[in-house]
């Protein structure tokens, strides 16, 4: 066990070294994830209309065996512009085992939220703030109360052979691009 998690912390150290996306290449990507989830779910196209911030991480990928890892890099949007850029680190310990792609969307719907957000110099997804994820293709739908959250997010365009919809423990940090 032991020797997996340091397996895994050697690839995701690697890998965010070599595979370190410049800002444009980084922008290219948030555009079409954002248009990817206005085109899926027209939803989000309408609270993207009213969110202060939203913060977009497209092709996060997260493998795991026993013991797994995320990595993810990606903008914060503040009336449509990259303001600062992000990477997403997870490391996650159970009953788990293959790989994915996905994208993922946080909105922050308040000023305040967005402040404690850009403010922090490590966001914990689940500690520092608490997200509503809302879900795709269960017949679920934006409620009046998922629009009074604070921050929103989404999870969407899952590849590969693992099921997981959370952001919970995901940590955002703040690179220089």
């Given amino acids: ?50 969110a202060k911030g939203i913060l977009v991480f497209p092709g996060i990928i997260k493998a795991g065996f026993g013991v797994g890892g995320e990595y993810g890099e990606g903008a914060l949007l503040v009336n449509g512009s990259a303001v600062q850029y992000y990477k997403l680190t997870a490391l996650s310990v159970g009953f788990q085992v293959g790989g994915q792609a996905k994208n993922e969307v946080l909105m922050f719907m308040t000023e305040s939220a967005l402040q404690q957000f850009r403010a922090s110099e490590g966001w914990e997804a689940g500690v520092d703030g608490s997200v509503a994820i809302v879900e795709f293709g269960v017949g679920k739908d934006i409620t009046t109360n998922n629009a009074r959250d604070p921050i929103i997010g989404f999870v969407y365009g899952n590849k590969g052979l693992m099921y997981d919809l959370s952001i919970e423990g995901s940590k955002f940090w703040k690179t220089d691009k």
């Fill in 1 to 50: 066990m032991f020797r997996q998690m340091l397996i895994i912390a050697f690839a995701l150290t690697v890998s965010q070294g070599t595979i370190a996306a410049s800002s444009q290449e980084i922008d290219a990507r948030v555009r079409s994830a954002l248009q990817t989830l206005y085109e899926t779910f027209p939803a989000g196209k309408e609270l993207s209309q009213s």
